[in-house]
């Protein structure tokens, strides 16, 4: 298994307030992403990094923004939480230059807005 | 605008026979495409894939095929074990966007015993 993990796995937070979900990655892949997992619409890319301080807007990327300051690192903030941003987060990581496009995912975190 | 498509939200089969789940897409540029498999709780964990200059890639039990010219691809699995009911996603990526990779919405498999 990749070595990816996520923090918190899970959080209830109030409408309003920021939120930061932090991925790290052992692995020294090139390449991280953030999804969010929604009933109806799959997997979307909120947004990603292909290099320390190299972040670039995915398809949901408004209310969220991204830091990459090291490698093993890359942190989601939600600047002011709203309800349509409960979902489930999923953090991916690759590798650059190789040809099969695989990316590996963390397990989760699961992020409930009230 | 939804560029990759799984139209079937579910399928259920019985252990033993062949599972087929099918994939639509509509951007001709796609050039490489992948399964992921996910569990509940869990991370997507990427299945098969297949590139655009072949039409069938097969692993064990998993077979993904490629009808270019019908922009669809399927994955077959056989035989069907219980162990493998959970929900599959097809997945897309043109090279000209890096490594970003394009989801279907999902299709939940289900195999009885």
């Known amino acids: 298994d990749a070595g990816i993990t996520q923090s918190p796995r899970h959080k209830v937070t109030e409408t309003g307030t920021p939120v930061t979900l932090r991925c790290h990655q052992t692995e020294n892949h090139r390449y991280m992403y953030w999804y969010r997992q929604d009933p109806g619409h799959g997997l979307r890319l909120i947004h990603y990094?292909?290099?320390?301080?190299?972040?670039d807007k995915g398809e949901v990327s408004d209310g969220y923004s991204v830091s990459r300051s090291k490698t093993e690192d890359f942190l989601l903030t939600l600047e002011s939480a709203t309800s349509s941003q409960t979902s489930v987060y999923f953090c991916a990581i690759s590798e650059a230059g190789e040809l099969s496009y695989e990316q590996y995912f963390g397990p989760g975190t699961r992020l409930t807005v009230t | 605008d939804q560029q990759v498509k799984q139209n079937s939200p579910s399928l259920s089969v019985q252990e033993g026979r062949i599972s087929i789940l099918n994939c639509d897409y509509t951007n001709s540029m796609f050039d490489y495409f992948l399964w992921y498999k996910k569990y509940p709780a869990e991370g997507p964990t990427f299945l098969i894939s297949?590139?655009?200059?072949?039409d069938k890639n097969e692993d064990g039990r998993f077979t993904v095929f490629l009808n270019k010219s019908a922009k669809h691809l399927s994955l077959h699995i056989v035989p069907s074990q219980p162990g493998d009911s959970a929900v599959y996603f097809c997945?897309?990526?043109?090279?000209?966007?890096?490594?970003?990779?394009?989801f279907g919405t999902g299709t939940r498999l289900a195999v009885r015993p």
């Open positions: 990094s292909y290099g320390v301080k190299d972040t």
């Open positions: 997945a897309a990526n043109r090279k000209s966007s890096g490594d970003k990779l394009t």
């Open positions: 297949i590139s655009s200059i072949k």
